[in-house]
């Protein structure tokens, strides 16, 4: 299964610097403390986001709104996935009778509830505003392929584990792997699940931090306090919206990650705190 809108190839940023944030569920105050503290430059750097940018968080719109710069790129998530699922009978006749979840999808239930506010129940339909930023998620792509060379970097929301990884030998998809979707070669059903959904990486022991042939894969999905590197993967989900709850934001363990990828370090904002953390180096493959 493939289309042009799974896959996006970007060139080198010859003009600045390029970062990579972790799943915004939408903390877009936390995003805007950390973009201040880097100086962030919109005319020449760019921003990356691993994909989850609603649902959870305070200001899940202001996030989709991200769409609209010129210098902000995102991957399409399982919780934007879950509301695409959730509004399919919407999307298709443009009519919402209730926000009743009648196929069972989980996405009210997993922080969906703050379309309510955008819900105009005498039109059955949703406001013009959340309709923009629905038609902007369907237009996201499931993985970025970023720069050429030591440069290059990947987006995608979970993992690039392959289908077939128990019996080929390889667990993760590879740069000439890649190379061929970008070309045109189809990416199985499988391996598109594994982008939205998949949890082995970062939930398994003994892999090595870096996978020779594989350029550094950024990916959020599965919680932690800090960055961790497995396979070439690295996981920068570190639970912005876990800040919300007093006793995380007391902890200090958790909140958004902002990667910088030309220094190979991160740094982490939380609710309840206004200091912002920064994180030592991490290897990147060559």
């Not at 809108?5 to 950390?34: M, T, W």
């Not at 919780?79 to 009210?108: A, C, R």
């Not at 594989?214 to 919680?223: N, P, R, Y």
Request: with cysteine.
């Amino acid at each position: 299964m493939n289309n042009p809108s799974l896959i996006r190839k970007l060139p080198n940023n010859a003009a600045g610097k390029d970062y990579v944030v972790g799943d915004l569920h939408g903390c877009f105050d936390l995003l805007e403390q950390l973009l201040a503290h880097v100086c962030f430059d919109t005319n020449a750097d760019r921003l990356f986001s691993v994909g989850d940018l609603i649902d959870r968080g305070p200001d899940s719109l202001r996030c989709l709104r991200l769409l609209t710069e010129p210098w902000f790129y995102a991957v399409q998530g399982n919780h934007e996935l879950m509301m695409l699922d959730f509004l399919t009978p919407y999307l298709s006749t443009g009519k919402l009778k209730n926000l009743e979840d009648i196929s069972e999808t989980g996405f009210l239930e997993y922080g969906g509830d703050w379309i309510a506010a955008y819900f105009q129940p005498e039109h059955e339909c949703m406001s013009d505003e959340f309709n923009n930023g629905l038609a902007m998620i369907l237009e996201l792509p499931r993985f970025l392929v970023v720069g050429t060379g030591n440069a290059r970097f990947h987006v995608v929301h979970a993992e690039l584990v392959k289908s077939d990884y128990r019996h080929s030998g390889q667990t993760v998809w590879l740069d000439s792997d890649i190379d061929r979707w970008v070309d045109g070669e189809d990416i199985d059903i499988n391996t598109l699940e594994r982008f939205f959904w998949g949890r082995k990486l970062m939930r398994s022991e003994g892999y090595p931090a870096v996978q020779q042939g594989l350029s550094t894969t950024f990916c959020g999905h599965t919680v932690a306090n800090i960055p961790r590197q497995v396979l070439s993967h690295l996981c920068i989900d570190t639970g912005a919206f876990l800040t919300l709850n007093n006793h995380y934001a007391k902890a200090g363990e958790y909140g958004l990650t902002l990667f910088d990828v030309q220094e190979a370090s991160w740094l982490r904002a939380s609710y309840g705190s206004s200091n912002v953390i920064m994180g030592t180096a991490i290897s990147m493959p060559c």
